[in-house]
């Protein structure tokens, strides 16, 4: 883990921090570490004084700081940051049928969701978010919007039965998602996911139509899956069984499959994710505000299910707060299985990192502070008073620290989170024109 390549000393940026808490291998904290950073991966991981040997560019010394990989949300939908507060306290489907979706008939448009994906990811940025799987309609702007902030995104070409603002049928849903992932096929920053909504709003020929596209192009599915009772029922009444039974039928349980929710699963399905090696999206928060229930995180993890964290849309969390989430995961495991040693620190983190970057395919690249990956790292301020004394840094980030206390951010190597203010988005522009939005929404 800590060679470098032999041919080089040289590097753009070394960074001296209290900890180094690299996710891989699990469990491990470095003490009198340097991260160093050549053309835009890391280069090397280092006690400090054999750093010293290194030509770098730039130096950053952050001794009360925790350096840790950028953290990766594996499901939200963005653009809804302009939604949010909008229609709060209400269950799912009426909050879908009789509020959302009117909204988003009305208003929704590539302006739309450039503007609340900018707006998602100033907040995501600042929370030390680096990497966001996103699911909407007009995705070409919230790719757009990403770009701008230099953060990644995994863009969903998203499929509903419904005609929207967007496309009218199956065959235009995936026309234009095809024609935004090649249009972006050189975007160092983009990659993609096949996103149908959910079993309820995704018939059977809407589903075929993704797992043929999905096995030619090597593409994840993202779906919402089991997320509440409603949409059991309404399965079973509809197909005679419960939605991930009907996903079965039709061959979509496959390593690519990320279940989002997975609130209410059995032991079964839960045997079936396993074994089809498919992943869980886990949104503690936003099941929690939704009253979907408790996710059966210890069980999947259990069972050897892949299972990363995500924030949901801000209209239903209403937080785009990773760090927030983890911590959530963790109290919430404990909670419900009544073992205060159930997802412990170490493993919360994971699953806020690694676990998203193996879902979505990009274990390779990001998800650990490993040499050869990409430089996405998150420096965070432990001298709060919130998070002394620190005896255990890890225990700290889950169970102590919180966003605010991130201090710089780096994508690929490059700043883009600097003493707290992201270095590539206008801030004020961008909540100027939140407000506008907010104004035309208002008036319905």
Known sequence: ????????????????????????????????????????????????????????????????????????????HAAMSLLRGYADDLPLMDWLNHHIWPAESRHGSHDFVRDGTLLACLEMLAGGITCFNDMYFFAEGAVEAATQAGMRIAAGMILVDFPTGYAADTDGYLQKGLAMRDAHADNPLATFCLAPHAPYTVGDRGLEKIMTYAEQLDLPIHIHLHETKDELRQS???????????????????????????????????????????????????????????????????????????????????????????????????????????????????MATLAGARALGLEQEIGSLEVGKQADIVAIDMAAPGSLPCYDPLSDLVYSVGREQVSHVWVGGEARVENGVCRNLDRQEILRVAGKWKSLISRG
């Open 236 to 350: 079973i009444e509809q197909y005679g069984v419960r939605p991930l039974a009907r996903l079965k039928s039709l061959g979509m349980l496959t390593p690519g499959l990320i279940a989002v929710h997975g609130v209410h699963l059995n032991d079964l399905e839960i045997g079936w994710l396993a074994s089809h090696g498919c992943h869980v999206a886990h949104c503690p928060a936003s099941n929690l505000k939704l009253g979907s229930g408790f996710a059966p995180v210890t069980k999947l993890l259990a069972e050897g299910v892949n299972v990363g964290i995500g924030t949901d849309g801000a209209a239903s969390n209403n937080r785009l707060d990773m760090l927030g989430e983890l911590r959530l995961a963790a109290l919430l495991a404990k909670g419900v299985s009544g073992d205060p040693a159930a997802l412990p620190a170490t493993k919360a983190l994971e």
């Open 1 to 76: 883990m800590t060679n470098p390549a032999p041919h080089s000393n040289r590097a753009d940026l070394r960074i001296d921090a209290g900890w180094i808490i690299p996710v891989q291998p699990a469990a491990s904290v470095l003490t009198g570490h340097s991260l160093l950073v050549r053309d835009g991966r890391i280069a090397a991981l280092l006690p400090s004084a054999e750093a010293d040997a290194w030509d770098c560019r730039e130096r950053r010394r952050l001794p009360g700081h925790v350096l840790i990989p950028g953290l990766i949300n594996l499901h939200t």
